[in-house]
């Protein structure tokens, strides 16, 4: 079991529906990510809170929108999703912000857009 | 181009052998390296993390390497195991841009009984 939990494990939603992926942590870290991750290739950095303020955010569609209500929490809320979409999410978290702390990543969010 | 090249893209060895994986980088100013292994429908897991003033660190059977002048890193696997059959991810991260992580595009390992 890993120290970051993703839910739900899987998703297929149609293109209009509005859903949320959800993601905690009770490391005590206060950074934390979302990637987005296709098959056979390396993730890709959406999103990064650092002491659940938006620090990055990698010129990600707005129909992706990213809350950290606290500095356990991190939510993803989808809508109106492209069948592109489709992919891995996945959650990760460190001590901080700062470079030379290993990410702690969550199994992931399997969507599929219909 | 991407700034992490990893090679090779896949790799097929027999359990009980040895293996290096490559990682080049043209990331710069360099802050630190990773090594990430991904098992199929999970997340990564970080093996080892190196700064410019680190030349190897080593967990368990997997040993990395670092040679901040050539740009050159390697993940060398002792003794190989079924499980160690995962996707082998490195990362490189900037100075001053503490979240500017550069991924490669990882290497595929196999280890067939």
């Known amino acids: 079991d890993t120290e970051v939990t993703q839910t739900p494990k899987h998703l297929v939603m149609g293109m209009t529906n509005k859903k949320s992926l959800k993601c905690e942590q009770h490391?005590?870290?206060?950074?934390m990510y979302w990637y987005k991750q296709k098959a056979k290739k390396p993730p890709e950095l959406m999103f990064v809170y650092s002491y659940e303020k938006l620090s990055i955010n990698e010129s990600v569609p707005s129909r992706f929108s990213p809350e950290c209500p606290n500095s356990s929490l991190l939510n993803l809320h989808l809508h109106a999703l492209q069948p592109e979409d489709s992919a891995l999410y996945l959650c990760a978290s460190s001590q901080d912000g700062a470079g030379n702390q290993p990410q702690h990543f969550g199994d992931g969010t399997r969507l599929s857009i219909l | 181009k991407n700034q992490v090249e990893q090679s090779p893209q896949s790799l097929i060895i027999l359990e009980g052998k040895n293996c290096t994986l490559q990682?080049?980088?043209?990331?710069?100013?360099?802050?630190?390296l990773r090594w990430y292994k991904q098992d199929t429908g999970r997340g990564p897991v970080s093996l080892t993390i190196?700064?410019?003033?680190?030349n190897t660190k080593s967990n368990g059977r997997y040993t990395a390497t670092l040679d901040a002048d050539t740009k050159q890193s390697s993940l060398h696997i002792t003794a190989s195991q079924l499980s160690d059959s995962a996707s082998y991810i490195c990362?490189?991260?900037?100075?001053?841009?503490?979240?500017?992580?550069?991924f490669g595009a990882g290497t595929r390992l196999t280890v067939k009984p």
């Open positions: 990682c080049n980088y043209t990331v710069s100013p360099f802050s630190n």
């Open positions: 490391m005590g870290h206060r950074a």
């Open positions: 990362v490189v991260s900037a100075i001053h841009h503490n979240n500017d992580m550069r």
């Open positions: 190196m700064t410019f003033s680190e």
